[in-house]
């Protein structure tokens, strides 16, 4: 990644980058929607975060059926 952000964001790999994401956003009132994942994946990933960053907003989240 080049620009102002790529000494901030170096190395970020995927959860890492949503940790830092969700926790930064608490300061800024961002709001969250999790889509996909194994059945109950998206509701089990929220209760985490919503433990770990108390003022993250998590507006929702959504699993569809998996259609092969």
Same mark, same amino acid.
């Given at each position: #990644? %080049?620009?102002?952000?790529?000494? *901030?964001?170096?190395?970020? &790999?995927?959860? *890492? /980058? #949503?940790?830092?994401?969700? &926790?930064?956003?608490?300061? @800024?009132?961002?709001? +969250?929607? $999790? $889509?996909?994942?194994?059945?109950? =994946?998206?509701? /089990? /990933?929220?209760? @985490?975060?919503?433990?770990? $960053?108390?003022? %993250?907003?998590? =507006?929702?989240? +959504?699993?569809?059926p998996f259609? +092969?």
């Amino acid at each position: #990644m %080049a620009g102002p952000f790529a000494e *901030n964001w170096a190395g970020a &790999d995927g959860p *890492n /980058l #949503m940790l830092r994401v969700i &926790d930064e956003s608490q300061e @800024k009132g961002l709001r +969250h929607f $999790f $889509f996909g994942g194994g059945e109950g =994946v998206a509701e /089990l /990933l929220r209760e @985490k975060i919503q433990s770990r $960053f108390p003022r %993250a907003q998590i =507006v929702g989240s +959504h699993t569809p059926p998996f259609v +092969h």
